[in-house]
Antibody, heavy 119, light 107 residues
Framework: EVHLVESGGILVQPGGSLRLSCVAS????????MHWVRQVPGKGLVWVSC????????SYADSVKGRFTISRDNAKNTLYLQMSGLRAEDTAVYYC????????????WGQGTLVTVSS | DIQMTQSPSSLSASVGGRVTITCRAS??????LAWYQQRPGKVPKVLIY???TLQSGVPSRFSGSGSGTDFTLTISSLQPEDVATYYC?????????FGGGTKVEIK
């Protein structure tokens, strides 16, 4: 069974930095696309970023480009999202998602971690 | 960037009724379209990918159709457990945008 466990969400001040982690189990992590998707409670889903299996194909939403960096450590079965220059509008639950081997559908989702950006 | 427009934003239907949700892409995305269900307080779940392929374990009352720019999700016989918000997503090209969502309730 696929398990995705996010961590790292906290209250951070505007302009601050934060790193989210997602530990994966139940599948061969190193062969799948991975995603970050966020959701303001009560609002819609917003795709943030994705990374392919070996980390050489990465994309970002325009709203986070230049501020967020996605990465992965296949030896540790862990996905990361390094967030900097945080803004109030980055406040959301951040979900880690498993894509396909060659398809960027999000087949499995973690439970999410809440990031709050506020002074 | 590809914009995804869903309609309606909300609807209510009777148990056993037929529900249709539409999703329009601003550019041709072929069949690179997925539908997700998010029940209240729960994590999203993929229902359909490649516009019309049912994910394993999803009830057959769900179906998807379309190609290019216009897509449809149909629930043939609405059940109480289908109360949820439904999202379409382009996965043809980044950014992999979601539609705004359609909230489905029971009348």
């Amino acid at each position: 069974e696929v398990h995705l466990v996010e961590s790292g969400g906290i209250l951070v001040q505007p302009g601050g930095s934060l790193r989210l982690s997602c530990v994966a189990s139940g599948f061969t992590f190193s062969t799948y696309w991975m995603h970050w998707v966020r959701q303001v409670p009560g609002k819609g889903l917003v795709w943030v970023s994705c990374i392919n299996s070996d980390g050489n194909n990465i994309s970002y939403a325009d709203s986070v480009k230049g501020r967020f960096t996605i990465s992965r450590d296949n030896a540790k079965n862990t996905l990361y999202l390094q967030m900097s220059g945080l803004r109030a509008e980055d406040t959301a639950v951040y979900y880690c998602g498993r894509g396909g081997r060659s398809v960027r559908v999000t087949y499995d989702w973690g439970q999410g971690t809440l990031v709050t950006v506020s002074s | 960037d590809i914009q995804m427009t869903q309609s309606p934003s909300s609807l209510s239907a009777s148990v056993g009724g037929r529900v249709t949700i539409t999703c329009r892409a601003s550019h041709d995305i072929s069949n690179y379209l997925a539908w997700y269900q998010q029940r209240p307080g729960k994590v999203p779940k993929v229902l359909i990918y490649a516009a019309s392929t049912l994910q394993s374990g999803v009830p057959s009352r769900f179906s998807g159709s379309g190609s290019g720019t216009d897509f449809t999700l149909t629930i043939s016989s609405l059940q109480p457990e289908d109360v949820a918000t439904y999202y379409c997503q382009n996965y043809h090209s980044a950014p992999l945008t979601f539609g705004g969502g359609t909230k489905v309730e029971i009348k």
